[in-house]
């Protein structure tokens, strides 16, 4: 381990680490750093500004705001590389991990000019499997109906589709010779790299479930059964006439099925008039989802949740079931702090959900974009309340067994140990 290796000599060693989000970084990745400051660490954290950096400060990390606006926006990736740049050149750090798709190739090319000994990168999904085109229709995307989009989509891709996917296969490929680890989170996108010859295989490494779950965090402290799940509901304030409960925590945007969300709740309205929705935003939230959103909540349909520290045991034990729409790039923790809860999610078959989810025992997996189906097989299982409890059972113990904070932390400070021994004793 770290603090048993080569760091004994020197008292501070700087780490850098890039995100985009540093209340992602936060959530994720606090116990890392409080590991790696307790092996003589000094923590840098560069990200943007969203609510994470006084959770960061108050533990001792150092934390510097970078923009990450819209691939779209070059002068605000311009500003970024910059800043990253000179905070590499600065500190020199000996280790520095990228945790960000949209960062990585950038932050990768200044830890190269600033010849930092071991550099990491976690790529939690590939421009490869799904289209990449998304059109920036902007305010028209409110007039225009969801189908119109998709088709226009569909046309644009079929013309420039191939030569960006040339281009991605590229551009993975020299980010995997820059850094010395390529970390992915799926063994999915660990065959995928491996076949298309992508990174090397030494420097290739899968951590399934990527950060993992603090399991304790998320071990129900009320116990289970029908009690406690009602002593949940009343502490969240829901309504009394809702008698299940499904959940969403993720990213409400149109890339990460918003509109199938909003489908699904109408469609099991119809069917299941009792039935209520608790929805957590993580992440921008677009004011046309949000008016969306508040549309839902004033009919009584949904309630919303706002801040990642509500996300705690107490709301997942609110639920019967959670509900997954995201595509192949939509976060996927929200389904291991379920599971860590002993509740089962129904979600869209993605390589990430797909290495977390065992379809028909710990949950259900849907074709990726068949929300009537999901939504079929949503309805189909609250109507078998023991079933989605002994499928969250299973879930819980999959997820303390696989996918907790602490091995996931292991496994990683042990790559940092092992690329740094090489690195700072080879004469």
């Known amino acids: 381990m770290i603090h048993e290796s080569m760091f004994s000599q ?12 540093s209340a992602e970084i936060a959530r994720r990745y606090s116990p890392r750093f409080k590991r790696l400051a307790d092996a003589g ?21 150092q934390c510097k705001a970078i923009p990450v606006a819209s691939p779209r926006n070059a002068a605000a990736l311009m ?24 960062l990585a190739w950038l932050s990768a090319f200044a830890a190269r ?15 490869l499997e799904e289209e990449p085109v998304h059109l920036p229709l902007g305010p028209m995307a409110l007039v225009t109906s969801s189908e119109g989009v998709r088709a226009a989509e569909e046309r644009i891709n079929a013309v420039v589709g191939y030569p ?24 999915f996108d660990f065959r995928l790299v491996q076949d298309l010859g992508l990174v090397a295989p030494s420097r290739l490494e899968v951590a399934v479930g990527g950060a993992g779950v603090d399991v304790a965090r998320y071990r129900p402290a009320g116990g289970d059964g029908d ?9 969240l304030g829901l309504p009394t006439h809702w008698r299940q409960v499904v959940g969403w925590v993720g990213p409400v945007t149109r890339r990460h099925g918003a509109d199938d969300l909003v489908a699904a709740v109408k469609a099991l309205r119809r069917t299941h008039p009792s039935l209520g929705w608790v929805i957590a935003p993580r992440g921008k939230l677009a004011d046309g989802q949000a008016r969306r959103l508040r549309r839902l909540a004033d009919r ?4 919303l949740v706002h801040g ?16 997954c729409f995201g595509t192949t790039s939509t976060p996927i923790d929200a389904v291991l702090e379920a599971g860590a809860c002993g509740v089962a999610t129904v979600a869209y078959d993605t390589p990430a959900t797909r290495s977390l989810i065992v379809s028909g025992s710990t949950g259900e997996l849907v074709l990726e974009g068949d929300q009537p189906t999901l939504t079929s097989v949503l309805s189909t299982r609250l109507r078998a309340p023991e079933l989605l409890r002994g499928q969250g059972a299973k879930m819980r113990e999959r997820v303390e067994t696989l996918f907790s904070r602490e091995s996931s932390d292991d496994h990683m400070l042990q790559l940092y140990d092992a690329v740094l021994g090489a690195k700072l004793t080879t004469p």
């Not at 020197?10 to 989000?21: H, I, L, N, T």
């Not at 990642?308 to 509900?323: C, G, N, P, S």
């Open 10 to 21: 020197q008292k501070v060693y700087p780490a850098v680490f890039v995100g985009r989000s």
């Open 113 to 127: 000019q600033a010849e930092v000994p071991a550099l990491f990168v976690t790529m939690e999904y590939h421009w």
């Open 164 to 187: 960006w996917r040339k281009v991605m296969l590229q551009a993975y490929e020299r980010l995997g010779a820059q850094v010395d680890r390529y970390v992915v989170t799926t063994e």
């Open 41 to 61: 660490f000094e923590v840098h954290v560069l990200a943007a500004d969203d609510g994470g950096f006084e959770t960061l400060r108050r533990q001792g990390v």
């Open 227 to 235: 009690a406690a799940r009602q002593q949940a509901r009343e502490a």
């Open 300 to 303: 009584g349909w949904v309630r």
């Open 79 to 102: 500003g970024a590389y910059f800043i990253v740049q000179g905070v590499m050149l600065e500190l020199r750090p000996v280790l520095v991990h990228i945790f960000s798709h949209r």
């Open 308 to 323: 990642e520290r509500k996300t705690d045991a107490t709301f997942y034990q609110a639920l019967d079931v959670m509900a």
